[in-house]
């Protein structure tokens, strides 16, 4: 029963009324559209990420993809030079399977009630967090944990891959900032399907300046996983 009254809150109508918008656009489904995603819903997520989570950007440092795992897979090849990655123990097994499939060393890091144990940070590498809401745990990172993190990454010139897991589905508190708002050492990583559809398989970064420029070159002549219908569709509903 309680399935079907979640089923009927679901707003079929709108999404619905919003692809017709979309479909009204004939260039659309004939356009292969930008690399990094439609541009118009990349500002869209610009202002949004600012007015809600604090993270000030420009739409050229967003980049859309079909989910966490495209864009990490990305990410990885794309920072090659980095022989280790730190991860959450317990964490999210997807990212294990990432880096051990591109020949990575892993190095587990523990977390506690504060979060990720910061002090286990030694060597130069990425560093994968859900700093927001530690999955599967449900933490959050201290202030203090987040300073010292940082401040990781800053002396060790390593990089901390941010994702913002579930971070929508807050009620009691104010969320704290994210990383991405704290430093330029820091990749943003987060998406929209819990919050709109499973099924619409929806997800987006947000890159530093420092590597925009590589990033274009290694990745900007491929082609955006997601449908440019879907994207539309998403600018409408936002």
Known sequence: MRRTRQKSLFPYKTLLRKYRLALEDKELL??????????????????????????SCSFEQIVIASGTEDLLGKLV???????????ENPGYPNIYQLAQRLDKKIIPVEIDEEGLKTR??????LC?????HQFPLAVSLSKERRKKLISWADRTKSYIIEDDYDSEFKYKSK????????????????GLTKTISPSLRFAYMVLPKALLGAYKNMFGQSSCP??????RMLSLLI
Not at 77 to 87: A, C, E, G, R, S
Not at 175 to 190: A, E, G, Q
Not at 226 to 231: A, P, T
């Open 30 to 55: 004939l356009q292969k559209g930008e690399a990094f995603g439609d541009r118009d819903l990349r500002k869209l997520i610009a202002k949004f990420i600012y007015e809600s989570k604090g993270i």
């Open 77 to 87: 090849l794309f920072l090659n030079d980095f022989k280790y990655i730190y991860i």
């Open 120 to 125: 286990r940070l030694k060597e130069r590498a």
């Open 226 to 231: 997601v449908s440019s219908l879907d994207q």
């Open 175 to 190: 969320p704290l900032p994210s990383l991405f708002s704290m430093s330029n050492k820091v990749i943003y990583i987060s």
């Open 128 to 132: 994968f967090v859900t700093p927001r």
